[in-house]
């Protein structure tokens, strides 16, 4: 089997992984496929930084902004709409960029796993998440341990789409997600992938972009975004209500915090969930890394084409570019 070449690029969120992608992207005639799980969803481009026109440079992007924020999307659906993605984009003679910070999202599609189908139940779904919302997260996490404790360990409790999503299928599928997991088939892996990921050695530097760009985001409108999702009466039961920024202001229109204190948990959420990004990349062997910290993106960017070339992944000759 020939395999597709495909340039990845992750990390953390506020890493600048848009920016690199979008350059290389430029660089090899490229196409820009979002391994972002929310920034999926239609009506939350600022919340869910969803790059912009002028940030796209021109360059093609796919994933973004093709969903309703009342549809859920699993690892599998995901997967299926990513792969013929990259095979057209391949077809056409670009080369796929894979960029995002949903590392569930880029390992399961890099691996070539095939998913086995696991039940859906939107009234299940609706009914966790009440109860989540009465009694709080690590009750319904605390419950997956019970009926799956092999997946449990890996989630975080505060991790409430993909532990819903593992109860689902527990109350389903007839299985729990790690035998499910256990039962797909891993064939040979239809992609030749380079990864790059951008990471900070101090921490205090990720976390000052982190804060600043929540600081972008309210000056560019996420309140009035924020408040345009909440008035869909669902919205406590939609996907893309997890997503970090809503649910912060969602408590200060509640009147339960300041707009400060809800900006202060927004940040606060935000650097916590880069963490745990981290966490998980870390874990991969195959990455090349950049440590970005204080370099200017010139720096960081001729790391990247360099690291690429060399190792043959595009078979890349300057007269062809």
């Known amino acids: 089997m020939t395999q597709i070449p495909v340039l990845t690029v992750v990390g953390p969120t506020a890493s600048g992984k848009t920016r690199l992608a979008v350059a290389l992207a430029q660089r090899y005639h490229g196409e820009v496929v979002s391994a972002d799980s929310m920034q999926l969803y239609r009506g939350m481009p600022i919340g869910t930084a969803q790059p912009t026109s002028e940030e796209m440079q021109g360059v093609p992007h796919h994933l973004i902004g093709i969903l309703d924020p009342s549809a859920s999307c699993s690892v599998a659906d995901y997967v299926a709409m990513a792969g013929p993605c990259i095979a057209e984009i391949h077809a056409r003679g670009h080369v796929p960029v894979i960029a995002g910070g ?176 981290l966490t998980w990349l870390n874990r991969a062997k195959d990455i090349f890394w950049i440590d970005a910290d204080e370099k200017e993106f010139g720096l960081i960017y001729e790391q990247a084409i360099a690291a690429i070339d060399n190792s043959k992944t595009l078979c890349y000759n300057e007269s062809m570019y």
């Open 102 to 277: 949903t590392g569930l999202y880029v390992d399961s599609l890099l691996s070539g796993r095939k998913f086995e189908p696991g039940g859906r139940n939107d009234a299940l779904r609706a009914e966790l998440r009440r109860e989540a919302s009465e009694k709080g997260e690590k009750v319904l996490w605390e419950r997956l341990a019970a009926m799956d404790p092999e997946i449990a360990a890996k989630l975080h409790p505060h991790n409430l789409g993909r532990i819903i999503r593992a109860i689902e299928v527990c109350e389903t599928a007839g299985m729990t997600m790690s035998e499910m997991q256990r039962r797909s088939e891993l064939a040979p892996s239809p992609y030749h992938a380079f990864k790059i990921g951008i990471r900070f050695a101090e921490r205090e530097t990720l976390y000052k972009r982190i804060n600043a760009r929540v600081d972008a985001m309210m000056e560019a409108g996420l309140l009035d975004e924020a408040k345009a999702l909440l008035s869909h009466s669902n919205f406590e039961e939609m996907t893309a209500s997890q997503a970090i920024g809503y649910k912060e202001l969602a408590g200060y229109m509640r009147k339960e915090q300041t707009l400060e204190e809800a900006i202060d948990t927004i940040k606060r959420s935000t650097r916590r969930y880069a963490k745990r990004q």
